[in-house]
């Protein structure tokens, strides 16, 4: 650092150091783009795994630059109706469209300190979550983002995983 006390220096390196470290750790993980499912599985209280939406289930996640996402899961097996309309479904064909999909959208925001997303949930396919907060913790490895749905969200006392990449 030419021109420069040391003492200047010494102050000035940690700066730096700080200010690059930060600039890392926030590019580390950016949720703005188009990610598409890998994986979506549960974790049964006795440690059993299950595949609710299969075992290559659909699923879409977007986020913009200001943290407005929608994200959509489907199992890709779900039978179509029968009599082709959607308001004539028998309970059967009902319950498989709603238990084999699962789709929310609202602004989402990354904790890196906690390693956690928080969902703010303007709406959702299961009405319950609408105007909720949803904490998830994520892993982010070779570029697959990993988060769970804890068991106290989940009501049934399994934990969810939901495995994504970015498509862009």
């Known amino acids: 650092m030419y021109g420069m006390s040391r003492r200047s220096a010494a102050l000035l390196l940690p700066a730096m150091a700080l200010m690059f470290s930060s600039v890392h750790a926030e590019d580390e993980l950016s949720l703005e783009g188009t ?3 890998v994986a979506a599985y549960e974790i ?10 299969g075992e290559h289930p659909k ?31 028998t309970t059967e064909e009902l319950r498989d469209a709603v238990v084999g999909s699962s789709t929310h959208f609202g602004e989402v925001r990354i904790d890196p ?18 105007g909720t907060e ?32 970015r498509v862009d």
């Open 35 to 37: 990610w598409t499912m």
């Open 44 to 53: 049964q209280a006795d440690g059993t795994r299950t595949t609710n939406y």
């Open 59 to 89: 699923g879409m996640l977007v986020v913009d630059r200001r943290g407005h996402y929608s994200v959509q899961i489907f199992r890709p097996d779900r039978k179509p109706f029968a009599a082709g309309v959607k308001g004539k479904g």
């Open 113 to 130: 300190a906690k390693h956690v997303l928080v969902f703010r949930i303007a709406a959702s396919s299961y009405p319950n979550w609408e």
């Open 134 to 165: 949803q904490v998830r913790e994520y892993r982010y490895e070779h570029e697959t983002l990993t988060y769970s749905v804890p068991a106290s969200a989940s009501g049934n006392g399994s934990i969810a995983y939901s495995i994504w990449t």
